[in-house]
Each structure stands twice: as structure tokens, then as C-alpha cells.
């Protein structure tokens, strides 16, 4: 296990987020908000923070090529629209210049005098939440897969993809447990694709974060995920005990029954690379 290849504009990483579309996706959580838009919400943050990473004085450096693959009732789908919407993987760069649409949102800040004054901010969005039909999860993995090779194929010395997978309910579309052990054996010299699950409840309860073994999961379909997850790098390791979590060499990319806490802190530490040169 290796996950050391310094990141830089010539040799840059991915990541793939591969987000669960179907139509338990609308149910709300504790916040009351659907399951759906709180994810996306999680996503377009994560996807500004990793344009304000790459963000130097002369602009934004191409550290990371991202995509998002969504599916549900139309099939797998691309999650981003417009220009970005041609090609899976984009250049962060890209991002930066095309969201699909800028919201204005209200925000509470410290006035610096011990009160709080509530301010408006642009918040920019590339991933709409939907939440329709069935979980074609084995043909989303799939699809990744696909797009994974032939990037691993053109960046050979670079650091391995993360695919962040958000789901919250079984695949309909038959096991996607041997199509889950493909995508993580795709390599760059560096190492193989992580792959990362969370399951989304409604539940705010009894979550189950970054899990050493399948003892004491509370069902095959939580076991099913872990299955389906990498072992954490070192690194990966550090950021996750640094937010206060519990893991060990032996933890995986996975977190059950996440409300909504655990989805940012799952976004934040999935695409959290080695170092940026």
C-alpha cells in the first residue's frame, strides 16, 4: 500500500463521487430535509472546497480531475450539466468557471461583538438532487469502473482515485459486491482506486463509522458494504482521527446508518489526497 505520489498540475489525482438517486432518497432526515438534499448540499460544499484548495495567486491549479455519476429511476447518469456535463471526469479548473447555477444563501456569523448577525452568501451548485425509481448500484460501480481504467491507464504515476459512493438502500439491479472488487483492484503504480461507502439514514442513530471487521455490523447489507470498501491509508488514517474518530490499520472506507454529520465529515476525509506540490 503505497498512496505517497505527491500531487501537483502534471499528475494530478480523481475523485468520483457515485451518488444513490432512487426514490427512498426523498425520505427526510432528522433535520427535515430529504435524505437527497442534504447530500447535494454536502457535495457542492465539498466541490468548493476542493476548488478553494487548488485556488493559488495566479488561479486554479489542476490538482484533481472530479466527476459525479448518479443514478436512480433514468439509469446512471452524469450528476453535472452544461459543459461539464460532456465528459464524467473534469478538471477542477473547469468547475471553478461552470456551476450550473449560483444560490444566494443566508448565513449566521460572530459580528465580533458576542452577538450574531445573519448575512447573505453566493453558494454555487453543480449537483441538483433528484430522488426517483429503482437502485441501479452494480451498473453505477460499472460505469465507474470504466471511466477509472482509463484514467488509471492515462496517469500511471499518479495518486490512485477515490470513488466516494452515497447510497441509502439495496441494489436492484443484482450483487454489486464482484463489480466492487474490480473497481478497487484498477491501480496507478501508486496504489489501487479507494473505494468509500456511506449508507444515509433517517434514523439519527446508531451509526457505525469506519468499521475494522464485519463483527457486530447489524445485517448482511451492512456487511455487504464493508465488503465492498478499501482498508484506509495511513494518511486517510491521521485526517479521520484528527475529527475525533476511532480507527485503527485495519479500518474501512465506510460509515452505516450516517445522518447528517457523518456525510460531511465522509465527503471531507474522502478527498483528503497526499500532498499538493
Known amino acids: 500500500m503505497a498512496y505517497e505520489a505527491q500531487i501537483s498540475r502534471h499528475n494530478p489525482t480523481a475523485f468520483l463521487f457515485i451518488v444513490d438517486q432512487s426514490g427512498s432518497m426523498s425520505d427526510k432526515m432528522s433535520s427535515g430535509r430529504s435524505k437527497a438534499e442534504f447530500v447535494a448540499d454536502a457535495l457542492n460544499r465539498t466541490l468548493m472546497n476542493l476548488v478553494t484548495r487548488c485556488t493559488k495567486s495566479e488561479g486554479v491549479r489542476n490538482y484533481f480531475e472530479v466527476g459525479v455519476l448518479g443514478y436512480g429511476g433514468n439509469g446512471v447518469v452524469n450528476g453535472f450539466s452544461g459543459i461539464l456535463g460532456s465528459t464524467i471526469l473534469n478538471p477542477v479548473s473547469a468547475l471553478e468557471q461552470n456551476p450550473a447555477r ?27 438532487p433528484i430522488a426517483s425509481g429503482g437502485t441501479p448500484m452494480k451498473d453505477a460501480l460499472a460505469t465507474a469502473a470504466e471511466v477509472l481504467v482509463a484514467w488509471c491507464d492515462s496517469h500511471p504515476d499518479c495518486y490512485p482515485p477515490t470513488v466516494l459512493h452515497v447510497t441509502d438502500g439495496e441494489s436492484t439491479d443484482g450483487d454489486p459486491e464482484e463489480i466492487a472488487s474490480h473497481l478497487r483492484q484498477i491501480r496507478t503504480n501508486d496504489g489501487e482506486v479507494l473505494v468509500l461507502n456511506i449508507h444515509v439514514s433517517a434514523l439519527g442513530h446508531d451509526v457505525i463509522r469506519f468499521p475494522s471487521s464485519e463483527h457486530g455490523l447489524p445485517d448482511s447489507y451492512a456487511k455487504l458494504l464493508f465488503r465492498m470498501s478499501s482498508l484506509l491509508p495511513a494518511h486517510l488514517l491521521g485526517f479521520a482521527q484528527e475529527k ?21 465529515d465522509f465527503f471531507d476525509i474522502g478527498t483528503r489526497a497526499s500532498q499538493l506540490r
Open 102 to 128: 449560483i444560490e444566494e444563501r443566508k448565513r449566521k456569523i460572530d459580528d465580533g461583538a458576542g452577538g450574531i448577525i445573519e448575512t447573505t452568501v453566493k453558494f454555487p451548485v453543480w449537483f441538483t
Open 244 to 264: 475525533g474518530h476511532s480507527v485503527s490499520p485495519e479500518s474501512h472506507g465506510f460509515m452505516f446508518n450516517a445522518e447528517a454529520a457523518e456525510i460531511v
